[in-house]
């Protein structure tokens, strides 16, 4: 159970964990440590680090000096899917009974391997929606800032360590929801991540065409009738009004900003299909529940890939 938060770690200065770690830094600065390796600590530490055009001095921690700084009591994982491992691995150093874990990660997965490597008593349920933070370089930007969704499986009465959070995120002015069933709103994220995500990023285009072109929104629409598909079976509370819904988040974006998937295929970077389509394609054989649209969704974000 957590005492008191003293100790923040972030792992990933992503769009998402750069924007938590500016909100943390601009209520405590003494609370935030950002570890990565000594070339990024060397560079940050001369270039500056910038989120919305603030220059954040943020205390830089090599995995080498983590073993000789205080213990975490809050870790932020903000890495990519294929990072997560090394992400893991980085928490052993810093990790202590108490110390509870967010990934920021997108999908349904995470959580689970932080639990299996790390210990179950670790992680919360956790996910951020409705921002539009994107980073070039060493520089964040973002108009809004969303919300972090967070909280153990069954909230109808919060743990300690929730509330502990919870205050924190008041305090530090980021918004926040707790909602009772953290596993149907995980698979409600992901619903929509697996829609999004992977349709822009084939198409290559901004929030402002999903707002508006219908053939864009079909698309959408058929995929994520796969993941309802398969949590009708799986036993998730997913309803056809999620289904429905599933463009609302995208609405109050900005039109000219991209899904985290479209903006690594306009980088020419791996995506994190995997967390994606591919598990939507692993969960239906696992349920018995066809999965064509994502099957070709897949297979055209490789076929891109392989073109980098």
């Known amino acids: 159970m957590l005492d008191q938060i003293q100790h923040i770690y972030v792992i990933g200065l992503g769009a998402m964990g750069a924007l938590y770690a500016s909100k943390l830094y601009d209520y405590n600065p003494k609370l935030v440590h950002v570890i990565l390796d000594e070339q990024r600590k060397m560079r940050y530490e001369h270039d500056g680090f910038w989120v919305n055009n603030k220059k954040y001095d943020f205390d830089y921690v090599t995995p080498e000096q983590s073993r000789h700084t205080p213990k975490a009591d809050l870790i932020i994982i903000g890495v990519k899917a294929a990072q997560l491992h090394e992400a893991i691995e980085l928490c052993r150093e810093i990790l202590q009974p108490k110390t509870r874990i967010i990934s920021l990660l997108n999908g349904i997965s995470s959580e689970n391997m932080i639990a299996e490597h790390l210990g179950p008593q670790h992680p919360f349920y956790a996910y951020g929606v409705a921002m539009d933070a994107t980073r070039q370089d060493t520089h964040v930007s973002y108009s809004k800032a969303g919300f972090l969704v967070f909280g153990e499986q069954n909230n109808q009465t919060p743990s300690s360590d929730v509330q502990q959070v919870q205050h924190l995120f008041e305090q530090a002015q980021i918004p926040y929801q707790t909602p009772v069933d953290m596993q149907y709103a995980l698979w409600k994220k992901f619903m929509l991540n697996v829609a999004a995500n992977q349709v822009t990023a084939i198409l290559k ?97 490789h076929a891109i890939e392989a073109s980098f």
Do not use: W
């Not at 009738?225 to 609405?251: F, R, S, Y």
């Open 205 to 301: 285009i901004p929030y402002g065409e999903v707002k508006t072109n219908q053939y864009v929104q079909q698309l959408m629409f058929s995929a994520a009738q796969e993941v309802l598909d398969i949590a009708h079976v799986a036993g998730i509370a997913l309803t056809e009004q999620d289904h429905k819904e599933i463009l609302i988040p995208m609405l109050q974006l900005n039109d000219q900003a991209y899904t985290s998937m479209c903006q690594d295929i306009l980088a020419k970077r791996k995506t994190e299909v995997a967390i994606f389509g591919e598990t939507v394609i692993q969960l239906g054989l696992k349920y018995h529940v066809a999965t064509p649209v994502n099957q070709v969704l897949v297979n055209m974000i």
